[in-house]
């Protein structure tokens, strides 16, 4: 076991509120659309099945995923959209990625670079902050849905690298050629997931307190507010005290 930041409860946190509003809808439709470029076939496009795979966890009707597929494979009419990826850096020197959809380059980049420099932070050049992070199959499980003896027998046999908890939801992290056979054999036991993707996870975390915690949650959250942002990872840390005294 080893250490586990705050970002992933707190994104949990916002993912049910996405949910409610229907937000979680408007992004995984952009990612469908995005990863059925790449062929509209899930068995043979792993980026593809993810993603219909967490659309279906949000009840997405069927026919919404049908033409969001059909729309990247160019069966159907739509917009162009574009995949940006910004780096930067976050109150007390915290580093952020965040992943962009967009039918309007211009605009987005200039609406990120505002949200980054209104809340004390400031974007960097492209690869200035990826190499603290790992691309990893990352999967949530609630804390009271599975033991941790359990989990680890059942994620480890099926390729896992890594199980972490302790304050939050098991997170499940593995190579990202692992994530179908992970989710495979938790499915099979019968351990619902949270959340299940392939993210960008911090190698090591930052600690901040005071302003600098308070400061990268209002950035954090103002980026994920962004129509446009599809993701966004840091590694920043906060005491449990001093975050739900912030979260107050």
Request: cysteine-free.
């Amino acid at each position: 076991m080893s250490g586990h930041s705050k970002w992933a409860t707190i994104k949990h946190k916002k993912a049910a509120l996405d949910a409610k509003r229907g937000k979680a809808f408007t992004r995984l439709i952009k990612e469908i659309t995005i990863a059925a470029r790449s062929g509209g076939d899930p068995d043979g496009n792993p980026r593809l099945r993810t993603a219909i795979a967490a659309a279906k966890a949000v009840s997405m009707p069927a026919d919404n995923i049908k033409r969001a597929i059909m729309r990247g494979t160019g069966e159907l009419e739509g917009g162009q959209i574009d995949e940006i990826t910004f780096e930067g850096y976050g109150p007390g020197g915290a580093a952020v990625i965040v992943q962009v959809a967009t039918d309007n380059r211009n605009r987005t980049v200039s609406e990120i670079r505002h949200l980054f420099s209104k809340n004390s932070g400031n974007l960097g050049e492209v690869g200035s902050v990826t190499w603290m992070f790992d691309r990893k199959s990352q999967i949530l499980i609630e804390e009271d849905k599975v033991t941790e003896e359990r989990l680890m027998e059942i994620a480890l046999e099926a390729g896992a690298d890594d199980i972490r908890g302790g304050d939050g939801p098991w997170t499940v992290l593995a190579d990202p050629s692992s994530h179908d056979a992970i989710m495979a054999a938790l499915e099979k036991a019968g351990i619902p997931t949270i959340e299940a993707a392939i993210a960008m996870v911090p190698q090591n975390l930052v600690k901040l307190e005071g302003k600098n915690a308070s400061g990268m949650l209002r950035l954090s959250e103002a980026l994920e507010e962004h129509d446009d942002v599809q993701n966004v990872y840091s590694n920043f840390d906060i005491d449990e005290k001093e975050l739900a005294a912030l979260e107050a």
